[in-house]
C-alpha cells in the first residue's frame, strides 16, 4: 500500500464545544495528506475520551459510525491529559507506523503536519513541534511556562522549548516509549530520553478555538511537579547542598571563636554549634533523600538503551501488527 498508516491522536476532555470544528479540520487535514501520497488510506483521526462528563463521548462514537476516518477509544475515568494521551499513542501501537499528537481546541497548527511528515519520510523517529512564539497566552502564563521550562533545562532534565505535546513518533519510538512504565508520567521530559534521530518543525500557536481551558490550576501545579520530581534528583541535591553550607559556617564560626580572645567568644561558639548542629541535620537529610532519590529512579524501571540501528543481523520485529487487522 502507498504511504505510512499515520494515526492522528486528540486527547479530548469535556471538549464537546470544540469537537465538531476540530475533527472537521483534522478529518480534512488526514484526507490532505492521503491525496498528497504522504500516508496510507487506512490513516484515522484516532479521538481519546479522558473521562469527559459532557457528550463528548457520544459524539466521537456517532463520527465513527459516520466514517471511517475517525477511531475512539474511551477511558473509564478522568485520569488527566498525560495518561489519556498515553493510552492513544499505545492504542495506536502495533496498529499505525506513524502517529501525530495534538491537542482537541486546534491550537496547535495543523498546517505543520506536512512538515512533521517530511522530517518522518526523510529518517525521523521524533518530530517536535514547537512554538514560535507566545502572543497568543497572557502575561502570566508566558512567564510561568518559560520560567518553568528554564528550571527543568538549568535542572538537567532534556527538554525541548516552547514544546507541549504536539509531536510525530514513529513506530518504533511509539515502542521504546512503551517500556517506560512509570505512572507519574511527563511525556515531554521523557520522549527526549529516547533518543533516535529527531527534529524540531516550528508553528504558530493559536488561541482555543472553542470552549474553556481544561487544565485547571491544580491539573497545571500536578503536571508541573510531576516534571520536577520525576525527572531530576535536585531537590534532594539542593538540601544537601544547603548543608554543606551550614556546616561550613559553622566551621568559619568556630575558627573565628579559636582565634579571637574578645567577649564575642563565646557567642560565637555557641553560634558555631547551633550551625553545625542544622548543618549536619540538613546535610544528613540529603544524603537520605539521595538514597531515597535514587531508590526511587531506580523503581521506574526504566529501559537502559534503545537500539537504533542492526548491521549484520536481523532486527526483532517487536510489533504485534497482526492487531491492525482487527482494528475495525
Ligand atoms: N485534556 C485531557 N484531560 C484533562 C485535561 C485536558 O485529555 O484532564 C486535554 C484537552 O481536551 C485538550 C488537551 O488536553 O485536548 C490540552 O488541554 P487544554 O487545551 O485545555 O490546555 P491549555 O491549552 O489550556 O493548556
Ligand atoms: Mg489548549
Redesign the pocket.
Known sequence: MAGKTLYIV??????EEALPRTSEVMANKLRELVRGGKVSEDSRVLL?D?GSRDSTWTMIKSMCERSPVFSGIALSR????QA??LAGLMTARGRADVTISL???L?DDVGAMDAMMDAFLDGCDIVYGARSSRDSDNFLKRATATGYYRLLRALGCDIVFNHADYRLMSARALDALSQYGESDLFLRGIVPMIGFKTATVEYERAE?AEG????TLR??LKLASDGVLSLSLAPARLILGAGLVMLLFALGLLAAALAGRDDARQWRLIAASVWGAGGIVTLALGVVGEYAGRAYLESKRRPRYNISDFAGLSAPDLRARSGADDAR
Not at 486528540?10 to 471538549?15: Q, R, S
Not at 478522568?78 to 491529559?81: I, P, Q, S, T
Open positions: 486528540v486527547p479530548c476532555y469535556n471538549e481519546v479522558d478522568n485520569r488527566g491529559h489519556a494521551l491537542d482537541a481546541d491550537q482555543r474553556e481551558s481544561k487544565y491539573k497545571m
